[in-house]
């Protein structure tokens, strides 16, 4: 599923969808950003297996993702910075309530 880029505020959430194969264009609000330490928030119940795709959309408005191993985090290999054209796939593990990175371009 193809969308519009989505501008990300100052520790602000990524839109997702509970289940699926996401594809979501980020760019930072002005800026350089770092998003939620819960990177989709933490209101849906994802099913096991849903991936979203992020791109990164703008070389100066970088949308950063840290590594937080709680529930609804991000258990990532390292920060993830997403500039122009940078690419990081995550999976959701609803035994675990955590979002696995599975690849990165960068």
């Known amino acids: 599923m193809a969308t519009a880029v989505e501008t990300i ?5 990524i ?3 509970a289940s699926g194969l996401q594809y979501r ?4 609000d002005g800026g350089a950003v770092s998003a939620s330490a819960t990177p989709f928030g ?9 991936k979203i795709v992020l791109k990164g959309n703008h070389a ?3 949308v950063a993702l840290a ?10 290999n390292g920060a993830a910075v997403l500039g122009l054209n ?3 796939e995550l999976m959701y593990d609803s035994t675990l309530e955590r979002w696995i990175e599975v690849g990165r371009n960068f």
């Open 9 to 13: 505020s100052a520790s602000g959430t």
């Open 15 to 17: 839109t997702s969808v």
């Open 25 to 28: 264009p980020v760019t930072g």
């Open 42 to 50: 933490t209101a849906l119940q994802w099913q096991t297996g849903t």
């Open 60 to 62: 100066a408005n970088t």
């Open 67 to 76: 590594h937080n191993d709680a529930t609804d985090g991000a258990i990532l």
């Open 86 to 88: 940078d690419i990081l």
